[in-house]
């Protein structure tokens, strides 16, 4: 891949709640949580005023009501979500059919061929979204998918980075390795204590170094502090499965617990799988993950069409039983068949 | 407790209850086997809780009493062991000693008085058939359980004993086989239960090494009870082998219900010819498309196949029919499933249209209906 590409990403502002802002004037000015009903529940999205309390996704209801107590709690309403999702999908390919959805709230665009400049482009998307949808956006505009996406996440919210290809090794230099995609807050703690904090020092490391305390994602690693990321944007994935996980600040202890949360991700992932009608007729099994607090994790997988709460509960249920210790993240998906089947197997009709 | 056995008895024991055992138990019990001397013989036991077993073997015991060991260890080690004579001896710790000839070993066990016990029965149904025939029954409907657990109801295989009739039945929601066995003179007994797969996998393991089989249940629990074979004899064993299980609990749905009343058509085929055409047919099938079309036409049946992967295959037999062009798809596990499960040379196939099922049925009370693909 040597011709130069130019790579939109497109991310939604804290898309639920602007939704929600959106649809009730009431909620504009006040720190908003969309997210479980319950005190077990967790926060989905916060917008930008219940960030300043120390309010973000992941964290569980009663926490942030202790940091913002007067946040204001409302029910996810995720068929609207995704019907909007799908709307802005739609208005992101008259520009390129080279768009591919992250999830309801993220897209990246392939615009190199599109014979305009690309930051014309995002300007012009962000424009329209606001104009037609009356939802704050931020995009990022750079040669490669990971860029890009740190590029969106730059001006935000409601703003837009530009990363031409001449200032890519400037800007990548000075990148905080946090920035890069794969490293987690622990691999972060492994690169400082080893004093790396910048890119710019990563690049120091042989690519054998970087594999011998990364693994294999040490190779992939070499390359991305380098600002090199030769993913192509991919429209028509093929998905082999669909997946919903967080990580919870406080570790989940107790089975309520798991299972309030459980329940929370289930319906998540539902509402990401129910906008996805080619998805639905390819369900083959489902999946639970969990990682523990000593970072140990553990998944169980079953066959079988259903997709059901009471399909993920028991699994959930064994996956936790599996170790003594809190669980710090919890994953629900779906995996699917490769493509639609052609066939439709006809069921006995038993009663 | 102290005896001596034959080495290859102890092994022939350990192997008929070592299935039963999970390699990941959830309480490090059920890992071990109950051994039990007395009266000349040794007993084994082992249980996963919802399935349990016990078999005998002959042995000189000089002390009775009971240990258990860890069941797949044990299993190991008497079958590598020297010699035929093993000594086996226990203490408090507890733990077992073994010799054998030159071998000697001490394995930690754990106390017999936590082994879960079997269950026993009061208020129960009883009813006995030669073991061969209750195999084969299984045999015939056992592949047709279902394994999609939210449908927990349907993983297992049904035994209804009625009045003049025992039958078995199995379903997936896909497909439904039943066998049936009739009753000269009457059932000594009548009532259901849902005998869970995992059962049904260790009875057709341990069916067929003897003569008769008593299964004896209640609500909850069923129990087999196995004569030994004089195979089995030579090699050691006493007493009957036994088996107790948990059925599954709940109402089965009404299987006779989805079972075609009317016949559309029916052809008269050759069992494993169509076994042999369906499975060649199926060859060139992927993932994607896991179909295989059966046309009828005049005395003429052709089965075909096709996939974007690696094209195409044709199969053709030639058989007495005289009805309308008919062409049915259906997922050529379905078709082949209970072509190699019954053993009649004849089969019968009854059919309709291209959206009613296929049921296949032989002249021995066996029938299975299959559900055809739609094609998009």
């Known amino acids: 891949m040597s011709e130069v590409r130019k790579i939109i990403h497109v991310d939604m502002d804290c898309f639920y709640a602007a939704v929600e802002m959106r649809d009730d004037p009431r909620l504009r000015e006040v720190p908003l949580a969309v997210g479980g009903s319950s005190r077990r529940g967790v926060v989905t999205t916060a917008n930008y005023e219940a960030r300043r309390f120390g309010v973000h996704s992941a964290l569980p209801v009663f926490l942030a009501l202790q940091r913002c107590p007067h946040l204001v709690l409302v029910p996810p309403r995720f068929e609207q979500y995704r019907a909007l999702s799908r709307e802005i999908r739609a208005l992101l390919r008259s520009w390129t059919p080279l768009v591919e959805p992250l999830s309801l709230d993220e897209a990246y665009l392939d615009v190199t061929d599109a014979g305009r400049p690309a930051t014309t482009i995002a300007t012009e998307i962000r424009q329209r979204i606001r104009h037609e949808f009356r939802l704050p956006v931020s995009a990022g505009v750079a040669p490669n998918k990971l860029l890009a996406k740190i590029a969106s996440d730059w001006n935000k919210p409601n703003g837009q980075f530009v990363l031409p290809p001449g200032e890519v090794p400037a800007f990548v230099r000075d990148l905080p390795v946090r920035r890069l995609w794969g490293i987690g807050p622990r691999a972060e703690e492994r690169l400082r204590a080893h004093g790396v904090h910048s890119c710019a020092q990563l690049q120091q490391w042989s690519a054998h170094e970087l594999e011998q305390e990364f693994g294999r994602f040490g190779s992939e690693l070499f390359l991305l502090c ?74 169980l997988s079953r066959s079988g069409p259903h997709g059901s709460l009471s399909r993920f509960l028991p699994l959930a249920r064994e996956a936790f039983a599996r170790s003594p210790l809190p669980a710090r993240l919890l994953g629900l998906g779906f995996r699917f068949h490769p493509t639609p089947s052609p066939h439709h197997q006809l069921l006995l009709p038993l009663p | 407790m102290k005896f001596r056995a034959n080495r290859d008895h102890l092994s022939q024991g350990l192997g008929q209850v070592l299935n039963v055992v999970s390699t990941k138990p959830t309480m490090p019990i059920l890992r071990n086997v109950l051994l039990e001397a007395s009266d000349g013989m040794l007993s084994f036991k082992t249980t996963n809780l919802d399935l349990g077993i016990r078999c005998a073997i002959q042995a000189e015991v000089e002390q009775e009493g009971a240990l258990t060991l860890p069941v797949r260890k044990l299993a190991t080690i008497v079958r590598e062991l020297p010699n035929l004579e093993v000594q086996v001896e226990t203490d408090d710790r507890p733990s077992a000693k073994i010799h054998s000839g030159g071998s000697q070993y001490q394995i930690l066990g754990i106390s017999a008085e936590e082994f879960p016990p079997l ?154 010819l169509l076994l042999e055409c369906v499975h060649r047919a199926a060859l060139v099938i992927s993932e994607k498309s896991n179909s295989v079309k059966m046309r009828l036409s005049e005395n003429l049946l052709e089965i075909s196949a096709r996939s974007a992967e690696f094209g195409d295959s044709h199969e053709s037999m030639a058989l007495q029919y005289d009805g309308p062009e008919v062409q049915i798809a259906f997922n050529p596990q379905f078709l082949m499933d209970p072509l190699k499960a019954v053993p009649q040379d004849e089969i019968y196939l009854e059919f309709k249209d291209e959206l009613s099922p296929g049921v296949f049925k032989t002249l021995e009370n066996f029938l299975c209906v299959v559900m055809p693909l739609r094609l998009n």
């Open chain 1, 226 to 299: 380098r600002g090199i990321d030769h993913r192509p944007v991919q429209p028509a994935r093929i998905r082999k499965s669909l997946s919903n996980e967080r990580t919870f600040p406080e570790p989940v202890a107790s089975p309520e617990d798991l299972e309030a949360r459980v329940a929370d991700l289930h319906e998540e992932l539902l509402a990401d799988l129910h906008g996805q009608p080619e998805l639905r007729r390819r369900v083959a099994g489902v999946f639970v993950k969990v990682k523990f607090s000593d970072f140990s994790s553990t998944s």
């Open chain 2, 119 to 272: 269950p026993t029965f009061a208020d129960q149904h009883e009813f006995t058939l030669p073991q061969e025939k209750l195999l084969g029954m299984l045999r015939s409907v056992s592949y047709a359980q279902s394994s999609d657990e939210s449908r927990y109801i349907l993983n297992g295989v049904y035994f209804d004993f009625r009045p003049e009739e025992f039958q078995l039945v199995a379903t997936d929601g896909r497909r439904l086989a039943t066998v049936g066995h009739e009753l000269e003179g009457g059932s000594p007994t009548t009532g259901q239960f849902i005998l869970p797969a995992k059962t049904v996998g260790e009875l057709e393991r341990l069916l067929g090494q003897g003569e008769g089989v008593r299964i004896t249940f209640n609500d909850r629990q069923v129990a087999f009870e196995l004569d030994l074979g004089d195979s089995l004899r030579d090699s050691g064993m006493v007493e009957n082998l036994y088996l107790v299980s948990k059925t599954v609990e709940g109402r089965y749905p009404d299987y006779q219900q989805v079972i075609p009343k009317e016949a559309g058509h029916r052809v008269q085929l050759e069992r494993e």
